[in-house]
């Protein structure tokens, strides 16, 4: 088993299945989805690093429906590192998988404050006179998956 995988393994066997993640996830409240809270995340990479599940871009898509914000952490009693688990299982699907262009692009653009800075405003104004919904068209931004839609 490598490195990755090891840590992977350490984290999700913390978890206990109890459900204490699901009242505290906000994309679980949103779409009230197992696979948008800890518990089913932690499953999914089980059922990767177990069971040999495939590797793929609905497994790379839930993953990344993850804000990282570590609430189902908090609210753990295992205290199970859910946001460490998630990047390293990013890391692994992207080592496999590669990374999308979005994900690249953005890595990019990341680097650069003051484009960050200057898109923001934009797309600020871009909202406050209702012109988000043509920007949408255009830029993938601001949207989700259908699937994860309620």
Same mark, same amino acid.
């Given at each position: ?5 090891? @840590? ?9 299945? #109890? ?8 994309? /679980?409240?949103?779409?009230?989805? &197992? +696979?948008?809270? =800890? ?5 999914? +990479? ?7 599940? =495939? ?5 790379? &898509? =839930?993953? @990344?429906?993850?804000?990282? #914000?570590? $609430? ?10 859910? @946001?460490? $688990? ?17 994900? %690249? ?6 680097? /650069? ?12 104004? #871009? ?5 988000? #919904? +043509? ?10 998956? %259908? %699937? /994860?839609?309620?």
């Amino acid at each position: 088993m490598r490195p990755i995988e090891k @840590d992977l393994t350490n984290i999700v066997n913390q978890c206990e299945r #109890c459900g204490a993640c699901l009242p505290v996830c906000p994309l /679980y409240a949103i779409t009230g989805r &197992e +696979i948008s809270v =800890a518990r089913g995340k932690n499953a999914a +990479i089980r059922a990767m690093l177990g069971n040999g599940a =495939a590797v793929n871009a609905e497994l790379q &898509e =839930a993953l @990344d429906f993850c804000l990282l #914000c570590k $609430a189902c952490t908090t609210a753990c009693p295992n205290k199970v590192s859910t @946001d460490e $688990a998630m990047e390293l299982a990013r890391e692994k699907v992207a080592q496999t998988l590669g990374n999308s262009l979005s994900h %690249k692009l953005t890595g990019k653009v990341m680097q /650069y404050p003051l484009i960050v800075n200057m898109a923001s405003k934009v797309l600020s104004l #871009c909202k406050a006179t209702k012109l988000d #919904c +043509i920007v949408g068209k255009v830029l993938p931004i601001g949207s989700c998956s %259908k %699937k /994860y839609q309620s």
